[in-house]
């Protein structure tokens, strides 16, 4: 069955770096674009950055470009997502998703928060 756990979630200061692994499996990971998403408290859950089954595109939201960096390893079955420069509004709970035909796959997430 289709499986994704997420991981590297934790307490950082502002400004301090996180970097979140996804391992999938369950599925060819390499044919498949991945995705992350994240959700604050009494907010939508909402689009971070994905990236294309082979890497070469990746896009992000504005309220993140120039901080994430997400990058994968198709040998390793893991989506990553390298967060620099962490501010108190990206306290959430991450998300990796990947859909496959018509339905959505969703890990269990992991908590990351941006505290003094």
């Known amino acids: 069955q289709v499986q994704l756990v997420e991981s590297g979630g934790g307490l950082v200061q502002p400004g301090g770096s996180l970097r979140l692994s996804c391992v999938a499996s369950g599925f060819t990971f390499s044919r498949y674009r991945m995705n992350w998403y994240r959700q604050a408290p009494g907010k939508e859950r909402e689009l971070v950055a994905e990236i294309t089954s082979d890497g070469a595109i990746t896009n992000y939201a504005d309220s993140v470009k120039g901080r994430f960096t997400i990058s994968r390893d198709n040998a390793k079955n893991t989506v990553y997502l390298q967060m620099n420069s962490l501010k108190a509004e990206d306290t959430a709970v991450y998300f990796c998703?990947?859909?496959?035909?018509?339905?959505?796959?969703w890990g269990q997430g992991t908590q990351v928060t941006v505290s003094s």
């Open positions: 998703k990947v859909l496959l035909g018509f339905k959505d796959y």
